[in-house]
């Protein structure tokens, strides 16, 4: 059987959206009107996807050790990660599997990235060098 890493979980609430927009220049407004976000068929104000992939990647540089460690790492979107309009927000939930180590020292990780229970993130994976 493969070996478990531990879960971890991010919580997510519409400042991080807000920082995360600042720092990465996309202002889109699905990401913070409700108002707009719904307009185009969304269930309200949604997180970057490119911030739920960070918040994977955090995790597995976590596993790794150190975020250097990272060799290699992507992902697919599969779901909107929903941000409410509350203090609590939401909460992004990260595991992981080794599936194997390569001749030369590099692990394979097989990621899962859900929020409310759903799969958020698809084929992720992820290549680390263990220090």
Known sequence: MAEQLPTQTFRVTRADLV?????????NP????ERFATSVGLPGVIAHGMYTMALAGRAVGVWAGAPDAVVEYG????RPVP???TDEGTEVVV???I???TDDGLTKIEITA???GERVLALARATVRKR
């Open 83 to 85: 941000v409410p309009d």
């Open 75 to 78: 992902v697919r979107f599969t």
């Open 19 to 27: 920082r995360y927009a600042g720092a990465s220049g996309d202002f």
């Open 114 to 116: 859900t929020c409310e």
């Open 99 to 101: 599936k194997g180590v």
């Open 30 to 33: 699905i990401h913070w009107s």
């Open 95 to 97: 595991s992981g599997v």
